[in-house]
T-cell receptor
Framework: GQNIDQPTEMTATEGAIVQINCTYQ??????LFWYQQHAGEAPTFLSY??LDGLEEKGRFSSFLSRSKGYSYLLLKELQMKDSASYLC??????????WGAGTKLIIKP | NAGVTQTPKFRILKIGQSMTLQCTQD?????MYWYRQDPGMGLKLIYY???????DKGEVPNGYNVSRSTTEDFPLRLELAAPSQTSVYFC???????????FGEGSRLTVL
């Protein structure tokens, strides 16, 4: 079967760095996405990785290792507004997105 | 640019009632999707469409129907509503080539 695992909840301090991990087992691989979802709102796109390595976009970076079926999202200089759920999703061989359950990130002052 | 617009935002249904959730996108995207999201859970795909006139079942299609008569519109029909259909529904669209999904604001449905 297809499976995406990410931690249910993480807590971090304002101004710090946090790494949210995602491991996956899917039928084929055509890219990995990270989305941010604030409570009561729709998910919004953060990043896309299809090749191994690190993609940096401002305070957010995303890393992919296809051989290990592993990705992480790195958030630097955490702000209170970063409190949200972070969803990992993998596009499989049929170009369908398989979603993880999301990681709820709590930022404390 | 409105993006993806879905209505209504909130609805309460009685068991056995039917309703249609509307979804329209103005980005000329060929792919459209309907997801449901239960509290603390990830997104579950109900139905999707790769273009006008073409629809296919996702992971949890039972109790729902869709149609795609135009590129812009992708309504979701709930027949004989059941409490298990209480959820937040998201419509989304994408271009196959990029895969980035653009979501509507969501429709919160409660079946009592």
């Amino acid at each position: 079967g297809q499976n995406i695992d990410q931690p249910t909840e993480m807590t971090a301090t304002e101004g710090a760095i946090v790494q949210i991990n995602c491991t996956y087992q899917t039928s084929g691989f055509n890219g990995l996405f990270w989305y941010q979802q604030h409570a009561g709102e729709a998910p919004t796109f953060l990043s896309y990785n299809v090749l191994d390595g690190l993609e940096e976009k401002g305070r957010f970076s995303s890393f992919l290792s296809r051989s290990k079926g592993y990705s992480y999202l790195l958030l630097k200089e955490l702000q209170m507004k970063d409190s949200a759920s972070y969803l990992c999703a993998v596009r499989d061989s049929n170009y369908q997105l398989i979603w993880g359950a999301g990681t709820k990130l709590i930022i404390k002052p | 640019n409105a993006g993806v617009t879905q209505t209504p935002k909130f609805r309460i249904l009685k068991i056995g009632q039917s309703m249609t959730l509307q979804c329209t996108q103005d980005m000329n995207h060929n792919y459209m999707y309907w997801y449901r999201q239960d509290p603390g859970m990830g997104l579950k795909l109900i139905y999707y469409s790769v273009g006008a006139g073409i629809t296919d079942k996702g992971e949890v299609p039972n109790g729902y129907n869709v149609s795609r008569s135009t590129t812009e519109d992708f309504p979701l029909r709930l027949e004989l509503a059941a409490p298990s259909q209480t959820s937040v529904y998201f419509c989304a669209s994408s271009l196959r080539e990029t895969g980035e999904l653009f979501f509507g604001e969501g429709s919160r449905l409660t079946v009592l």
